[in-house]
């Protein structure tokens, strides 16, 4: 079996190599709780999440479901209760409050409330973070300037917050937030004051930040913009984390799906479904996928690469990208009648028995359609 | 506008305790000023407040009580030849070397002398203990006479220009501006000790008049009879004189009169900064009173009701305070500091005067609440 | 402040001045501030101006005498008191080894009746003589008029006297205690608690006007002494306490005035009273301070608890807050001082008073702003340390 990594490749010039792998959050058995004695009120339910770097994850829900609360405690700015958070490697509950600011200088923040100093122009404003960082001092007006002309702020550097437009000033705060390239970024609804454009520049910047510093990225927001460019929708509701979807791959796999006469006449929401059962998973170049004579457990959906079918030692079929194989064992109760070889590494979209069978129980026709690409196959 | 006035006043409990805190310290510090004012000039009019007379006969040289001049007994012997007069008493002056002070020290002794038999001086202490002073060298000192001279104690022998004195006892009047110590002595006794000074030249001569006749005129007539070298003040005219001598002749008056005024600057500041300071934070509700159709007066009178709120809630405590500090200040400097009905009123006038000009600047900061900012 | 900023080493070359920008932002609220902390200073400096000049008129004649070691009666408790001593003491001080001169100088308060230029009526002056070939002050004016003193009935007048007794006025002649005089000239010393204006002149004036005899008065009020150069002060000292009787008081210079000064703190309550004036003027200071840190600090609340939040420890927006109070301290202070010197000058002018800023009164009334606006803002400091990072989402 391969490795169970659910992370988009990583650019090969990411400047913060070390460690790439490790994820840049992670949550375990997360509760927490406001109020003391009978006034007492769980807000969080054990939580769990990981976040690899790289990723852009979206947190969604109603208000009052725990959202700002989980960020807050991700970014070191309320004390772990019960359960484990790592930031950056570091386990929260062990860090001194001295070292809770620590950690939160390398964790950038978006709030809600941009929260300017109005005594201060949109550079310095910015540098009161850049002091903050690693920056040389000397080179602190040029990368000042640098992020807030990527925002679309060039002209307006040295203007106070008085003197810009609301989503200026927001931009300005979430240039705050990047300019120190940190590889956690937290924000709070950080286009809600935006229009189109800015918005454009604002998630363009995001998603050059995951990739060119493997940034990971956690949102609160309901700006589908943003959602769209997301890697992972993480949905929240009453304290619980009701579901984490690797967003860009369900869409994936939907299209791969619609495409596949098998699934043809399923809605989007069974499609969807499907999609979300399904798990990524990795294959070096010439492992085996699956052995012929052996039971029939899964099914799969390339996502990228190739494999040979094989067999009694035949090549019978080369697949790639949209292709599918393993359905037949699945389907017919047999053993596996081929193996499957990947050629180069294999990227595969991988769906349990059950899973598969109910789905294909969804559609009435879809047990034909099934047995006619089974036997056109053949 | 007084309902909203009080509204903001009391929502914001912190920031008008600090306002009130504020005005209490203003108007406690104009307080302070005023009595020390008014206590210089009621230093100098100590003596009189204790004599009795209608009419002062003085020398035309004449300065202030500690230092009057003097003129010829002969002046004060026309003036008892009127038919308005009833009595005419003098008073003598002098300075003399108290040589049993503590230590070496020879502390200047101020000497008032007068006719023992007479009521001139009114102190119930002295009333009581005149008789002694007909002894030969007998005295009475006042018992706020300084500690250089050693105690003040009936019995105890001092030398006085090398003159062995016996004190008889202390009497209540107080030492003003006449010295760090003052005696009574009898006309006798006083001539005894400076016989080259004498009784010839008198200092003061308190002329009591008969019932029904009119000081004013009474002293015109008299100018007529003791001549131009002397002049003749009524109570009211040398009360006059006298403040007019402390406030404009010494320094004392242009020193507590200034720390007056910077304290009323000092006190508008104070609930200026602090009026207007609620007014810019109240700014949108302002701008939206206007939206809604009030006139700049409806918000200009509520910004004065709130001054006036906190000048008056200020003003009792300042009172209070004041009047425990007038005790602490009078025993300290002995100085007459004293709270005077016509003091709190002028103290409560300066109050609302300060309030007035904050509430006036502060205003200016309400125009700038535009009803079109609201939206 | 011991909060040390972590990563100063790399930053310090310019970090952005938080807390100058935020004071300089508003103009119209720094006028506002620098107005009322402004009063506050102005009301201490005013205080502790009136009790310098205070004492300073009182000190300055005898800080304007010349002269190493002085003579008076130990019965003496204050200058302006007659204890007249034998000017034959005068010829045994010199006597003794170190003793380069001893000069008398006779004064007298209550006895000299001037008649005033501009009003003709006669006022008491305070007198002062001494024998024009061996001068005790070290007032120039006097210096240059004191020859011209040799002629009898000449005298030199205070042109700061008070200005009724006339002595501005450009009069040659007047009379003292009737007695017609001369005035040679004019020096400038001002009055003080006791007397309204000074006249100097020749012992032989001073006999003849003040006991309507010919020669030199019977007492002096003070000998005074120069070293030999080279003579140590102290060992002279001793020598003199020794040739002179025990009822001579022989003291330096400093001691002189600090004798002077004592007396004068003990006797007039200046001290207190101007002392209730200052405290008032601080805790107004304080009140008007706290009033503007504090809405300096609400105002940018949730701004510092974003700092906290994006990782500035605490002790950094200490910093920033007491930074401000010392910035506006600075702002209220300077043009206080500066318009002290002018209110100095006004009440120096019409009260005669020797009202003069001193480094004294300048470092008092700074340290005393800087004391009255941190102190407020300590306790202004208090809703920035307790801002909840976590409350900025």
């Given at each position: 079996m391969g490795a169970m990594i659910a992370e988009p490749s990583a650019p090969a010039a990411a400047p913060v190599a070390a460690a790439t792998t490790e994820p840049v959050v992670t949550v375990d058995g997360l509760n927490h709780f406001y109020g003391e004695g009978a006034a007492r009120n769980q807000v969080l339910f054990d939580n769990r999440i990981e976040v690899p770097p790289g990723d852009l994850v979206v947190m969604t829900g109603p208000s009052g479901a725990g959202k700002t609360t989980l960020l807050t405690l991700i970014g070191a700015l309320r004390s772990v209760q019960q359960g484990r958070i790592e930031v950056l490697g570091r386990d929260l509950s062990r860090l001194s409050p001295h070292g809770l600011v620590e950690i939160r200088r390398e964790i950038g923040f978006v709030f809600q409330?941009?929260?300017?100093?109005?005594?201060?122009?949109a550079y310095e404003n910015v540098k009161m973070a850049m002091q903050l960082g690693h920056q040389r001092p000397d080179q602190m007006r040029r990368r000042g300037s640098e992020i807030l002309e990527r925002l679309g702020l060039g002209h307006r550097i040295d203007y106070k917050p008085r003197h810009l437009s609301g989503g200026e000033r927001q931009r300005v705060a979430i240039a705050r937030a990047l300019v120190n390239g940190p590889r956690l970024v937290l924000a709070d609804e950080p286009t809600a004051a935006l229009d189109r454009d800015s918005t454009r520049k604002v998630i363009d910047l995001f998603k050059a930040m995951t990739i060119e510093h493997d940034a990971a990225i956690i949102m609160v927001t309901h700006d589908y913009r943003i959602i769209e460019s997301a890697d992972r929708l993480v949905h929240m509701v009453d304290g619980r984390i009701v579901s984490d979807v690797v967003l860009h791959d369900a869409m994936r796999i939907c299209e791969f799906l619609r495409a596949i006469d098998l699934f043809r006449t399923l809605t989007p929401t069974q499609l969807t479904d499907v999609a979300e059962k399904m798990k990524k998973r990795q294959y070096a170049a010439g492992e085996t996928i699956i052995r012929e004579g052996e039971p029939g457990e899964e099914f799969f959906l390339i996502s990228d690469g190739e494999v040979d079918v094989v067999r009694a030692d035949h090549e019978v079929a080369r697949l790639g990208r949209g292709d599918f194989f393993g359905e037949v064992a699945l389907i017919s109760g047999e053993p596996r009648n081929a193996t499957v070889l990947a050629t180069e590494p294999l990227d595969a979209f991988v769906l349990g028995k059950t899973d598969f069978q109910s789905a294909i129980e969804t559609s009435a026709p879809f047990r034909d359609q099934l047995y006619r690409v089974y036997f056109s196959r053949h | 506008m007084t309902a909203l006035a009080w509204r903001i006043l009391t929502d914001d409990k912190g920031r008008t305790g600090l306002a009130l805190a504020g005005i209490f310290m203003a108007i406690l510090l104009v307080f302070i000023q005023l009595g020390l004012f008014f206590a210089v000039p009621q230093g100098g009019m100590l003596l009189y407040d204790h004599m009795r007379f209608d009419l002062l006969l003085v020398s035309n040289q004449y300065e202030y009580q500690a230092q009057p001049g003097a003129f010829p007994a002969s002046r004060l012997a026309a003036a008892r030849s009127s038919p308005d007069v009833a009595q005419a008493t003098p008073l003598y002056f002098g300075v003399v070397k108290w040589k049993s002070g503590v230590g070496d020290v020879w502390p200047d002794l101020f000497v008032i002398s007068f006719d023992p038999g007479s009521d001139v001086l009114t102190p119930p202490s002295i009333i009581n203990q005149r008789a002694a002073l007909m002894r030969p060298d007998t005295i009475l000192v006042d018992s706020a006479t300084r500690p250089m001279f050693g105690p003040i104690e009936a019995g105890r022998v001092v030398d006085i220009d090398d003159r062995k004195q016996t004190i008889a006892g202390q009497y209540v009047l107080g030492t003003g501006f006449m010295g760090l110590g003052v005696a009574l002595f009898s006309e006798a006794n006083f001539a005894r000790l400076l016989p080259h000074r004498g009784l010839a030249m008198v200092n003061l001569g308190a002329i009591r008049l008969k019932p029904g006749v009119d000081p004013v005129r009474a002293a015109a007539d008299l100018q007529k009879l003791t001549g131009p070298d002397t002049q003749l003040f009524s109570r009211a005219a040398l009360a006059r004189r006298e403040t007019s001598y402390w406030t404009t002749r010494t320094s004392v008056g242009l020193i507590f009169g200034s720390g007056l005024l910077i304290s009323i600057v000092v006190g508008i500041m104070v609930v200026y900064q602090i009026v207007s300071t609620q007014v810019s934070r109240q700014l949108p509700q302002f701008a939206t009173l206007k939206a809604i159709g009030y006139g700049d007066s409806a918000l200009a009178g509520t910004v004065a009701v709130m001054s006036l709120l906190i000048a008056i809630a200020g003003f009792a405590p300042a009172l209070a305070a004041a009047a425990l500090l007038y005790d602490e200040i009078r025993e300290k400097t002995l100085l007459p500091v004293t709270l005077s009905v016509s003091h709190i009123a002028e103290v409560f006038a300066a109050a609302l005067v300060m309030a007035a000009i904050s509430a006036l600047l502060a205003v200016g900061g309400l125009r700038r609440a535009d009803p079109a900012d609201v939206f | 402040m011991a909060v040390a900023f972590p990563l100063a080493g790399r930053t310090r070359a310019h970090p952005v001045p938080l807390a100058w920008r935020t004071i300089t932002a508003n103009r119209w609220r720094l006028a506002r501030s620098s107005a009322g902390i402004g009063f506050a200073v102005l009301l201490m400096l005013a205080q502790l101006g009136f009790e310098n000049a205070f004492f300073n008129a009182s000190l300055q004649v005898l800080r304007a005498l010349d002269g190493d070691i002085f003579l008076q009666s130990v019965h003496k408790y204050q200058f302006a008191t007659q204890d007249p001593l034998p000017i034959s003491l005068l010829a045994t001080a010199k006597a003794v080894p170190g003793v380069a001169s001893a000069a008398p100088l006779y004064a007298d308060w209550y006895d000299l009746f001037w008649k005033s230029p501009r009003d003709g009526k006669s006022y008491l002056v305070r007198g002062f003589a001494f024998d024009p070939k061996t001068p005790v002050f070290t007032l120039p004016d006097v210096n240059a008029g004191s020859a011209q003193l040799q002629t009898p009935g000449a005298v030199l007048t205070d042109r700061r006297a008070r200005r009724f007794l006339g002595m501005d006025q450009d009069a040659r002649q007047s009379e003292i205690n009737g007695v017609k005089v001369e005035i040679v000239g004019q020096f400038a010393l001002g009055p003080d608690f006791v007397s309204d204006g000074t006249v100097m002149m020749s012992p032989a004036t001073f006999a003849s006007l003040m006991h309507g005899a010919a020669g030199n008065p019977p007492g002096i009020a003070l000998g005074v002494i120069k070293l030999a150069s080279g003579a140590d002060p102290n060992t002279v000292l001793k020598a003199l306490r020794k040739a002179l009787p025990t009822d001579i008081a022989v003291m330096t210079k400093d001691r002189l005035i600090a004798f002077e000064r004592a007396f004068q703190a003990d006797v007039s309550s200046a001290g207190p009273i101007f002392a209730i004036g200052t405290i008032v003027g601080f805790v107004v200071g304080m009140l008007i301070s706290y009033q503007i840190t504090f809405t300096e600090v609400s105002d940018q609340l949730p701004q510092y608890a974003t700092l906290k939040a994006i990782g500035y420890p605490t002790g950094y927006l200490m910093r920033v807050v007491l930074e401000q109070a010392a910035l506006n301290a600075a702002a209220g202070w300077i043009p206080a001082w500066l318009l002290s010197l002018g209110l100095y000058r006004l009440i120096g002018y019409i009260?005669?008073?020797?009202m003069r800023m001193s480094p004294g009164i300048t470092f008092i009334s700074l340290g005393l702003t800087l004391g009255m606006c941190l102190l407020s803002a300590v306790i202004a400091v208090g809703r920035v340390i307790r801002a909840d990072p976590a409350a900025v989402f």
């Open positions: 409330m941009h929260n300017l100093f109005d005594a201060l122009s | - | 009260a005669l008073l020797p």
